[in-house]
């Protein structure tokens, strides 16, 4: 093969280093259903990145070629500048938090702990040391004599983790590990996990179908939609410039609006911006939160827009509420704001130019809809 | 949740049965091993030890019990050398080719035993189809004897019989096994031969004891393989029983010997229970 300029995909997180992992042009096809087309991206030393996407989009599928479990249908992985795609699980310096934890029934916490160690044929007296600090780290000290049955499962996964850190791999990958847990625990964990990251300083790869808890616990989310690479970015990157209407309507709620550019100046309905998008039909998405009630109309300008509309239903979250406003015009438009009591009457909406965000139509075309 | 008339109309026909053809049988043979047979030849009421005294006096009684164990340990042996392999290729590696592996593991099952035993007859006799390839290839100039009518025939035909039913437990416990504690293995940096004497075989132990229990219980009691192929040095205790209640005409002393293997083969029954009880983890 020629030598060729390695192209640059998604810069990593940390610039300058080299990547600690790198995947190549990945594609997957199960029976000729493509699952991953050509997805390329980089993961640097110490970095959470999140794979997101919703059940079927092949988050899991991509995981389990970086852990070698399946072979990419073609595509190239490497790890530190070695080529890994090639080698079985048990060859690679990647280790995985299994969504069931998959946790030995006949051995015990300290024995499913210590079972990289021993198969590896660490000294059994260093064996010992490691296994008692993983157990320290997860707080599971305790239990190190019980059974996996004979625990939670919120301690399973802390079990589960520690089964995977005591390895000291490269790289550690997890798949949906907190899915099981119920939402308190879960969040709790969502903290534990990020910062338990942070002080072993192993890059993690998390698959989640979650936004939310992408978004906290992320350095980097790659969103994956039906098999392709829809963005990767940090997570308030990825929320304030979404790239595609597929992007902007998975990460939070949007606005999508499908306006016309002419001359500079985009029309939707009776709304008027200024974009540097070029003329044609053009899809903007417009977050909630961006929209805001106003006195009077007076400080519209080129910059700020401003309309007219009263709000047709309201959907109370506690802090905040989500408003549909019914516009001139008959356009419907989602709001987000502080919780109030009533709404009534017609009153005046503005928006920034600027948070009009102009994005890509989405592979498979849906997104076309305001909501 | 079921009226008391429904609950009695399906409890009682399968307690009948058991009943009637399971322990009121049990309960005469019971009473028959403490009776005798006098002279002349008339089965007398009266209550004694005597045939289990016997039982224990009369050395070819214990002798047989003792090679009727020795064959069906052997059985076991083999059964589980065979069916072990089996089960692991099926269950982890047959792929597509499983489940026609699996049906041709169960058909012999659907001939019937006659036939089988007798097919080994065939193949293992002086004239049979093994003796004259070897001579035919020049291998051996005379048949070989130890062949047929010897333990090594009862043992051969007894596996063959009854592997199939040391295979199905072990397939079935590692049919059992979550693969991704296999991935998890892998995952940790063990082989996979190192996740098989780690994961796997653990894991399937309750199975191989109810396999080993299986092959081991059928054996032992089996008389028909030792009748057609064992000859006078193959013959087993349950030969001993059935010519005890035909030929010699002494139901009180077979009956005694049916109730001591019974005895037994209760005992390893639950020895093996509870083994597997102690080694099943969930």
């Known amino acids: 093969m020629a030598t060729t300029i390695e192209p640059a995909i998604n810069q990593s997180a940390k610039s300058g280093a080299q990547p600690l992992l790198s995947i190549r042009n990945v594609s997957k096809s199960f029976a000729k259903n493509p699952v991953l087309r050509d997805v390329s991206l980089q993961i640097a030393e110490g970095e959470f990145l999140t794979i997101l996407g919703e059940s079927g989009s092949g988050k899991t599928t991509l995981l389990r070629i970086i852990a070698g479990f399946e072979n990419a249908s073609s595509g190239e992985v490497f790890m530190g500048g070695e080529r890994i795609d090639m080698l079985p699980p048990y060859r690679r310096r990647v280790n995985t938090v299994f969504q069931n934890y998959a946790l030995f029934p006949h051995l015990s916490v300290s024995e499913n702990v210590g079972y990289g160690p021993r198969v590896a044929k660490v000294d059994k007296s260093e064996i010992a040391v490691r296994v008692e600090q993983a157990l320290a780290m997860v707080k599971m000290t305790a239990y190190a004599g019980s059974k996996p049955s004979q625990i939670s499962g919120g301690q399973q996964q802390r079990v589960a983790l520690a089964r995977a850190l005591v390895n000291r791999p490269g790289l550690l990958l997890l798949d949906e590990p907190l899915s099981a847990l119920d939402a308190n625990l879960r969040r709790q964990m969502q903290v534990e996990l990020k910062s338990l990251q942070r002080e072993v300083g192993i890059a993690f790869v998390f698959v989640t179908h979650d936004q939310e808890e992408a978004m906290v616990m992320s350095d980097r989310i790659a969103l994956l939609h039906m098999g392709e690479l829809e963005q990767i970015a940090a997570p308030r990157e990825i929320y304030a410039r979404p790239a595609t209407a597929y992007t902007a309507q998975f990460i939070g709620h949007t606005n999508l609006l499908r306006a016309e550019v002419r001359g500079g100046v985009a029309r939707y309905g009776p709304l008027r911006w200024h974009t540097s998008t070029p003329d044609g039909v053009a899809l903007f998405s417009l977050r909630p939160e961006n929209i805001r009630c106003v006195q009077d109309g007076s400080g519209a300008n080129a910059e700020v827009i401003c309309f007219r509309g009263r709000i047709s239903s309201q959907a109370f979250h506690g802090a905040t509420e989500l408003l549909k406003i019914a516009c001139e015009g008959g356009l419907t438009l989602s709001m987000r704001s502080a919780a109030r009591e009533t709404w009534e009457g017609e009153r005046q909406f503005e928006f920034a130019a600027g948070d009009a965000v102009p994005v890509r139509e989405s592979h498979s075309g849906e997104g076309g809809a305001d909501r | ?282």
């Open chain 2, 1 to 282: 949740m079921f009226s008391r008339a429904y609950r009695v109309a399906i409890t009682l026909p399968p307690l009948l049965w058991v009943t009637l053809f399971l322990l009121v049988p049990y309960l005469l043979l019971f009473c028959y091993s403490f009776w005798s047979v006098s002279p002349q030849q008339i089965i007398v009421h009266s209550w004694s030890l005597d045939n289990y005294r016997e039982l224990l006096r009369v050395n070819v009684y214990l002798q047989t019990l003792f090679r009727s164990m020795w064959i069906a340990a052997r059985v076991m042996f083999f059964a589980l050398l065979l069916g072990y392999p089996l089960a692991y290729y099926l269950s982890f590696h047959a792929g597509k080719r499983r489940d026609l592996l699996y049906q041709l593991v169960i058909i012999p099952l659907w001939v019937s035993y006659l036939v089988r035993a007798y097919a080994w007859k065939t193949i293992l006799g002086s004239d049979g189809v093994l003796n004259t390839l070897l001579e035919y290839v020049h291998l051996t100039k005379h048949p070989l004897e130890f062949l047929l009518y010897s333990p090594f025939a009862v043992v051969l035909t007894l596996t063959h019989i009854y592997t199939p039913f040391a295979f199905l437990p072990i397939y079935a416990s590692l049919e059992h096994i979550p693969r991704n504690l296999v991935e998890a293995s892998h995952d940790l940096g063990a082989s996979p031969f190192q996740t098989f004497w780690r994961v796997i075989f653990p894991l399937s132990i309750p199975g191989i004891l109810a396999g080993a229990t299986f092959a081991f219980v059928l054996s032992l009691g089996d008389f028909l393989a030792p009748l057609l192929l064992g000859g006078p040095s193959g013959i087993m205790i349950s030969n001993v029983v059935v010519s005890l209640f035909g030929a010699v005409y002494n139901w009180p002393l077979g009956a005694a010997i049916s109730l001591s293997m019974l005895g037994l083969v209760l005992g390893l029954l639950f020895l093996s229970e509870t083994l597997e009880k102690k080694w099943s983890i969930r």
